[in-house]
């Protein structure tokens, strides 16, 4: 095994079947999964295991939306690195890279090799 850590991504979804479904499409690599079903539970995860990646539902029960989880982690200078990719039902027109701050938006249902190809993207291929 080479010594840089694995990639640590956060998959938050309140369904568990997406949850379920990304977490098996990211198998194929040794990337570190954590798994969040609302807003608040992201956030804690964020700040204690510190992913490189979250992939983001955006409509979750709760206090936090995935907007409201995006623009936190954004706005914060421990966590304002973190790669955040927005994961919709809905295709709204305010969802912009520019004014969400998230480095991608899919729209479900989506390509899990789209979603791979992104990942792989996002991580330089490393």
Do not use: W
Request: aromatic letters at 6%; a negative charge; proline letters at 4%.
């Amino acid at each position: 095994m080479n010594s840089h850590r694995a990639k640590r991504i956060l998959i938050v979804d309140d369904e568990e079947e997406i949850r379920t479904l990304v977490r098996e499409t990211l198998m194929v690599d040794e990337f570190q999964i954590f798994e969040a079903e609302n807003g608040d539970t992201a956030m804690k995860i964020v700040k204690h295991e510190k992913p490189d990646l979250v992939l983001l539902d955006v409509l979750m029960p709760g206090e936090l939306n995935g907007f409201e989880v995006c623009r936190r982690i954004k706005q914060n200078a421990k966590t304002r690195k973190t790669g955040v990719m927005l994961v919709t039902a809905v295709s709204m027109p305010e969802l912009t890279k520019a004014e969400t701050q998230a480095e991608a938006v899919f729209i479900k249902p989506f390509s899990p090799i789209q979603l791979v190809d992104s990942i792989y993207d996002f991580f330089g291929s490393a």
